[in-house]
């Protein structure tokens, strides 16, 4: 199911999700999207984390390994599996419709991965993946819309910004996300 990135703190209110998929080639906005999935795991009693990294050469019997094994230290487990290129191949896509097949209640599996094209979109993993959970997809931020965003982050660091001031600031971090919300920091 998709959720845009704004509503995805309201779903996480009302309990977890078995499966999330991150994606997008902002990494500001991507991350937060998964530190709010994180922080509403711990809050709802997920307890361990495991973090796999599905680069080259990356074991994919270990994902339903952790998705089989019980965990010795909490009663839930939050696993973080980072796919680096957005593309599984032929053992990941299979490894997560399995995943999907035999999903446990006690885990919650959070895919994170860049921009996903369309192709990757029609696989039978990523909607293996989408009908057991939340999609949320991250798009940046364009030059337009860029000043409304820097005012609107500019409140949560208790800033109040005027339009030229927010327009000076998007000129100079030129879209980049990361060093926009640095600058607001310093600002405040």
Same mark, same amino acid.
């Given at each position: 199911?998709?959720?845009?990135?704004?509503?995805?703190?309201?779903?996480?209110?009302?309990?977890?999700?078995?499966?999330? @998929? +991150?994606?997008?080639?902002?990494?500001?906005?991507?991350?937060? &999207?998964?530190?709010? &999935?994180?922080?509403?795991?711990?809050?709802?009693?997920?307890?361990?984390? +495991?973090?796999?990294?599905?680069? $080259?050469?990356?074991?994919?019997?270990?994902?339903?390994?952790?998705?089989?094994?019980?965990?010795?230290?909490?009663?839930? !487990?939050? &696993?973080?599996?980072?796919?680096?290129?957005?593309?599984?191949?032929?053992?990941?896509?299979?490894?997560?419709?399995?995943?999907?097949?035999?999903?446990?209640?006690?885990?919650?599996?959070?895919?994170?991965?860049?921009?996903?094209?369309?192709?990757?979109?029609?696989?039978?993993?990523?909607?293996?993946?989408?009908?057991?959970? @939340?999609?949320?997809?991250?798009?940046? &931020?364009?030059?337009? !819309?860029?000043?409304?965003?820097?005012?609107? !982050?500019? $409140?949560?660091?208790?800033?109040?910004?005027?339009?030229?001031?927010?327009?000076?600031?998007?000129?100079? +971090?030129?879209?980049?996300?990361?060093?926009?919300?640095?600058?607001?920091?310093?600002?405040?």
């Amino acid at each position: 199911m998709q959720a845009r990135p704004n509503e995805i703190a309201s779903r996480l209110t009302g309990g977890l999700a078995p499966v999330y @998929i +991150v994606s997008g080639d902002e990494p500001l906005q991507r991350d937060e &999207i998964l530190s709010l &999935i994180r922080d509403a795991a711990l809050a709802q009693g997920v307890d361990e984390r +495991v973090r796999l990294h599905a680069g $080259t050469g990356f074991d994919w019997l270990e994902l339903g390994q952790h998705n089989d094994m019980m965990s010795l230290f909490s009663d839930r !487990r939050l &696993i973080e599996l980072t796919l680096a290129t957005g593309k599984p191949g032929d053992a990941g896509g299979k490894a997560l419709v399995r995943y999907c097949e035999r999903i446990n209640s006690d885990n919650v599996l959070v895919v994170s991965a860049p921009k996903l094209d369309p192709a990757t979109k029609r696989s039978r993993w990523y909607k293996a993946l989408d009908a057991a959970g @939340i999609t949320v997809q991250v798009w940046p &931020i364009d030059v337009d !819309r860029l000043p409304q965003w820097l005012r609107q !982050r500019g $409140t949560k660091h208790g800033l109040s910004l005027s339009g030229d001031a927010a327009g000076l600031l998007a000129e100079r +971090v030129e879209g980049n996300l990361l060093a926009a919300d640095q600058e607001l920091k310093k600002l405040a």
